[in-house]
Nanobody
Framework: QVQLVESGGGLVQPGGSLRLSCAASGSISSIKSMGWFRQTPGAERELVAIITSGGSTIYRDSLKGRFTISRDNAKNTVYLQMNSLKPEDTAIYYC??????????WGKGTLVTVSS
């Protein structure tokens, strides 16, 4: 079983930066990829970025150049660096791990609010 805990959300002004963290515990070796998704009220959860166990990354096209996903294997932690934040980036950000048996495990989410 994999458990995920997100942190790093909060209130930031437009143009500012935040770094989200997702710490994984449990059956770490079963994780094939980890990623960040986000969701606003009334909308579907959407992909932000994914990083595979091999280090490959996938980004939502509209976020390329502003958001960067990375990982620290020693800490079993994945990060999302978000720069030049815009009000439309306001959402709950969820960490997801895709594990070897085909299942997805989700964190509880962390709220990011971009507002002046």
């Amino acid at each position: 079983q994999v458990q995920l805990v997100e942190s790093g959300g909060g209130l930031v002004q437009p143009g500012g930066s935040l770094r989200l963290s997702c710490a994984a515990s449990g059956s770490i070796s079963s994780i094939k990829s980890m990623g960040w998704f986000r969701q606003t009220p009334g909308a579907e959860r959407e992909l932000v970025a994914i990083i595979t166990s091999g280090g490959s990354t996938i980004y939502r096209d509209s976020l390329k150049g502003r958001f960067t996903i990375s990982r620290d294997n020693a800490k079993n932690t994945v990060y999302l660096q978000m720069n030049s934040l815009k009000p439309e980036d306001t959402a709950i950000y969820y960490c997801r791990s895709h594990i070897a048996n085909g299942m997805d495990v989700w964190g509880k989410g962390t709220l990011v609010t971009v507002s002046s």
